[in-house]
Each structure stands twice: as C-alpha cells, then as structure tokens.
C-alpha cells in the first residue's frame, strides 16, 4: 500500500488518488483494486511488480481495459517517489496511461518522462 506521507503530500500538490481503504477494497484480491481503478479512470500506482504485471498481461489476453499500472520500486526514497509521481500525474493523459504498464523510473527528469509520455500516445489524424 501506498506510505500515507506520499499520499499527504501528493494531497497537498493537489492531486487526486484514492487509498484502499477509501475504497473498501483493502485487503481484497488485486484483480479487485485494478477494476475499482479502471471504474475510477484511475492509474494504479503499486510497489507490488509481480502480481500486477501478471494481472496486466492476463487483462490483456482477455481484451479487459484498464487505465493503467505504474510500478513503484519500494527501495527508492520517498523524496524521489514524490517528485516522479508528480512528474506522472503531470504528464500522463487518459489516453497515454490506457492499458500500459508502466515504470515509475521512466519519470525521473522532464526530458525522460516527456519522450516517455509521447511515446504513448497515441498519434491523432
């Protein structure tokens, strides 16, 4: 679960997140926190790498939308948690976090996490 320190001071930068128990869904099977996130239109942020990442593949070969998984290294410092998570909530738009499973790292700096973010999204005519 996500450190309430983060989720303060994310608070506080004026983003919206839910926390489990927000959302009655703590300590409920992940399949569960994921549809509650894509019924929210909401990024699942998680520390939890390999049960998400195979949730993600299995919701793929069922053809199930989500509005996408960002992956949190637990070890990384919360200073440097806070301003990636930021630097995401900033630049990822519906349509660049839909159905991607997504790396936290990839937003360490403007430059990565803005060729990061075009790269998903999708081209429009």
């Not at 699942?44 to 053809?63: K, S």
């Not at 509005?67 to 990636?84: D, H, N, Q, S, Y």
Request: charged content about 25%.
């Amino acid at each position: 679960m996500i450190d309430h320190r983060l989720a303060r001071r994310l608070r506080a930068a004026g983003h919206l997140l839910y926390l489990p128990p927000e959302l009655g869904v703590e300590g409920q099977a992940d399949d569960l926190h994921l549809a509650t996130a894509a019924r929210l239109g909401a990024v699942l942020v998680t520390q939890n790498r390999r049960d998400f990442a195979l949730l993600h593949q299995g919701w793929e070969a069922e053809g199930r939308d989500h509005a996408g998984i960002l992956l949190v290294v637990r070890r990384t410092p919360l200073a440097i948690k806070i301003a990636c998570l930021d630097r995401a909530a900033l630049l990822l738009t519906p349509a660049a976090a839909h159905n991607q499973l997504m790396e936290l790292d990839l937003f360490d700096t403007e430059e990565r996490a803005g060729a990061y973010v075009a790269s998903l999204t999708p081209l429009t005519d």
